[in-house]
């Protein structure tokens, strides 16, 4: 029997594999629309000010702002209007003292003008006919300098960097980039990530079990917990448990992909098996085998040459909940992303008492409920390698490390898939 | 100028939306795991019980539960061992009393036994060779009829619905479908979402614009959330600010899509023509024009014979913010999803105070950190019209509609992008 590693926190298990995970480099260069939910390979600077012309933020009038300093109700500004910038033209009339122009929310102000007075707060002088300029207005509202215009480069400066290397691209970024004239990025390859399933027992979903056999899952919902994450799963199907397959195809998964996922058999042997077997795939090999969880105490957390391997446990529930800890931070790293993105924990309300082992976090699959006062969580006990306890939940409850456990009422951390 | 509705609080004005949405009922039959993301059209019951035989949890000994009656560490059940169940074969062995038989985890125990003695609780009498059966062990503990074994049909019951209707797949689902052999699902079609821009001053993103001109970015960003939606976006271009041209526009797109989604300019002028073109698409047409929140207030919110119909504010700021608020959840209710999934919103600390008008949603561009206390939540402030304050942000941190303000300390809700 190989050597025991110790069993540490989950959060120093992940510590220690994502040190080994080494970045992939190859990138490839992508339409900046297609590059959403991609990492940028490079920092992206603006070469263009971010508006390129100072723009007006409301209907009304381009004015020099001193021509309206003092004005108010009783004493209004008189000014003569002496034309109209169009949407998607220059603003190349020139503007004198005592002058303005109708600009439009959006619109170009001439660079003679240093802010706008808003429609509301003007009047026009007689009834004239606007389309016959010059026309009088009266300004009932001062405005200072820069009011109501957004300045050249006040959104994004020439020269700034717009995104760094290792930014997973988001709808506000595709439109940020395309707002300077970005058109294409730099982005890094899409990890492909080999997942075999092992186990004398496991068969193709699509096969009809013998009595003793069971479906092959695994792969799949490890598989779809790759796609979300940005991976390419790769799936190399069901290896028996001997030795000499299993260092063989795991070998050959491991060589066309960029990490190696084994979601092997529950029993010790095959437990032991697995370890051999990514111990003999290179260096650094096995980094610890046992983390302290449940469920998911058993899983194997490995790196070869900077590609992480992962033994996960063959209970359909420990091996999500254990991908999730460990497989998705990894796919995020091998893509130069340095943090997970925010969306995947909430705060709920617990409804029932949870008693847990401290020493150990807890995972415990439960169902949310959005009420009026916000969002609750309620434990689905049950055993932890029944599949439906995850599909009749929403989250897990993560029951943290030194807690014996958690009150009904407590505000507890939910991890969603 | 047109009728102006009322402005509506954004929860009544979305409610009102989305009585107008009719479900999509075009389906199409996919691979199961190809169905990751989307809407299940139908129920969906299990034909089979999983798992269909009565497995092992644990490594050890399958037994009568009777035979380890009483059992402790000074008076040991004595058991001969007559035969293993060798993973993925029927345990078609008979057990008398007093025997057991090799099991491991997840492996199959046979319809005569009805426990599982861990091998931990148990001892070899004497030191017989394992492979030469039949031979003793000495169980130090007693097990209860049904311990370290799931019964058939405990993970899930042949004929119980697996999912309703309407449920958007995740991997475990996936996992849930394939283990009952459940291999193509029925799912509701994506929606397709037809966008325009409008705008003279409006350019394609491939273009150096002129003075005055800007290029179409809100295309993409709002394509970019019609993708994480679950939707198809149909870019239509971008249409000149004339009724004609719109009108045409408009009735195109709408006719080959499941939505509409005008991104209009900001001025007065052209909302209003949005609303003209929205009212002449059909029934019931424009159900509100202005909903009670900051940015976003000029939202035209409609619907043509059960497609929802949006027309947006130019400024790209609000033209997300405002889709988020009422082009996702139309776009999830397209698919027949009866409530939003629950991935969007989470719970930070405010690190600074935020003032607000009483009377309408406020939604502050947000960054995010999270640190040993939790999440905490900085509002990033500036014009509302900068694409720049969300690509720095990672959420929107929302001032409720009848609060002055939030306070630092604060627990705030942020809705992530």
Chains 1, 2 share one sequence.
Do not use: W
């Amino acid at each position: 029997m190989p050597e025991f590693f110790n069993v540490l926190p989950p959060d120093d298990a992940r510590a220690l594999l994502l040190q080994h995970v080494r970045s992939i480099q190859e990138t490839e260069l992508l339409p900046t629309f297609e590059g959403l939910g991609r990492v940028t390979a490079e920092e992206i600077r603006s070469a263009e000010a971010l508006p390129p012309f100072p723009r007006s933020t409301m209907d009304g009038y381009a004015v020099r702002a001193a021509d309206t300093f003092g004005a108010g109700d009783v004493l209004p500004a008189f000014l003569t209007v002496t034309g109209e910038v169009r949407m998607g033209t220059a603003a190349d009339m020139p503007l004198k003292t005592g002058e303005a122009v109708i600009v439009h929310t959006g619109g170009m102000i001439p660079d003679t003008a240093d802010a706008v007075v808003q429609i509301e707060h003007s009047q026009l002088v007689g009834t004239p006919n606007e389309s016959r300029f010059p026309y009088e207005i009266e300004v009932f509202r001062a405005v200072a300098p820069g009011q109501n215009v957004i300045q050249v480069g006040e959104d994004i400066a020439a020269g700034a960097t717009i995104l760094p290397a290792g930014t997973c691209l988001r709808p506000q970024d595709i439109g940020g980039l395309l707002a300077v004239g970005v058109s294409d990025v730099m982005a890094i390859r899409r990890p492909r990530v080999a997942i075999l399933a092992t186990g004398d027992e496991v068969v193709s979903p699509a096969s009809v079990p013998s009595p003793g056999q069971i479906r092959d899952i695994n792969s799949y919902s490890i598989g779809g917990l790759c796609i979300g994450a940005g991976g390419i799963p790769v799936f190399g199907g069901i290896v028996p448990d001997d030795i000499e397959s299993l260092r063989e195809a795991a070998a050959r998964a491991l060589a066309g992909a960029d990490m190696l996922v084994m979601s092997a058999g529950s029993s010790v042997s095959v437990r032991d098996m697995t370890v051999d077997v990514i111990a003999g795939l290179g260096r650094p090999g096995v980094l610890l085998h046992g983390v302290a969880t449940r469920p998911g105490k058993p899983t194997i957390v490995g790196a070869i040459d900077g590609k992480p391997v992962l033994g996960l446990p063959g209970n359909p529930v420990s091996a999500m909940i254990q991908f999730n800890m460990f497989g998705i931070p990894a796919i995020y790293r091998l893509q130069g992303l340095q943090q997970d993105p925010f969306h995947r924990k909430i705060s709920a309300r617990l409804t029932q008492n949870i008693a847990s082992e401290s020493g150990r976090e807890d995972y415990i699959p439960a169902h949310l409920d959005e009420t009026a006062e916000g969002i609750t969580a309620t434990p689905i006990f049950g055993k932890s390698n029944l599949i439906y306890t995850l599909v009749h939940a929403e989250g897990l409850i993560k029951v943290p490390l030194n807690h014996s456990g958690l009150m009904a009422g407590d505000m507890v951390e939910v991890q969603l898939f």
